[in-house]
């Protein structure tokens, strides 16, 4: 959803996580309205009515703003990234999941870091544990007996640095 300065994801799960929204974009009559207040028709209610009233009240304060005050209320929402804003954010930064390195005939390239072992050692092949994550989730999936999504490739995305 838009705010003054970009987009946010907010997911309010639960009526008391919904009606925290609804006090913060300064809408609490919605937390009265019959439309709104629980059940399945609430949920499209929300979407197809709440959703464009939303939008009006999240564009009065910046996304940085809005998730700081979602996360004040344990309302789940985070901001949207473009290409150019992702890697800036600093989750991201934190744990490490950009890694640049000097490819031998592609030079200066960017990796994400899948986890700390790829990081630490270098990429593996594209595909390289492909059979091994899908028999690993194959077996999970008889044990829980649950219908997963088939697993990715595997192959890490890489773009080149100017």
């Known amino acids: 959803m838009p705010t ?3 987009y946010i994801g ?14 913060a ?3 609490p009559e919605f937390k009265t309205d019959p439309r ?14 709440f959703l464009p009233r ?21 309302v789940p929402a985070m901001p949207y990234h473009t290409l150019e804003t992702l ?3 600093p989750h991201l930064h934190d744990v490490g999941f950009f890694r640049k390195f000097d490819h031998p005939t592609e030079g200066r390239m960017i990796d994400m ?4 072992s790829t990081a ?8 390289a544990k492909s059979a091994s994550i899908r028999s690993k989730c194959c077996a999970k999936r008889a044990t829980a007996k649950q219908r997963l999504p088939r697993c990715g490739g595997g192959s890490a995305v890489d773009g080149r640095l100017e």
């Open 54 to 74: 939303a939008a009006e009240g999240l564009k009065q304060k910046t996304t940085t703003e809005w998730v700081e005050i979602f996360d004040r209320l344990d």
């Open 25 to 27: 974009i300064g809408k």
């Open 120 to 127: 630490a050692h270098g990429r593996l092949p594209a595909g």
């Open 4 to 6: 003054s300065d970009g």
């Open 10 to 23: 907010i997911s309010a799960n639960t009526d008391a996580q919904a009606f925290a929204v609804f006090d």
């Open 87 to 89: 890697m800036q954010d």
């Open 36 to 49: 709104f207040v629980s059940g399945r028709g609430a949920l499209q209610a929300r979407a197809g009515i």
């Open 113 to 116: 870091a899948c986890n700390k």
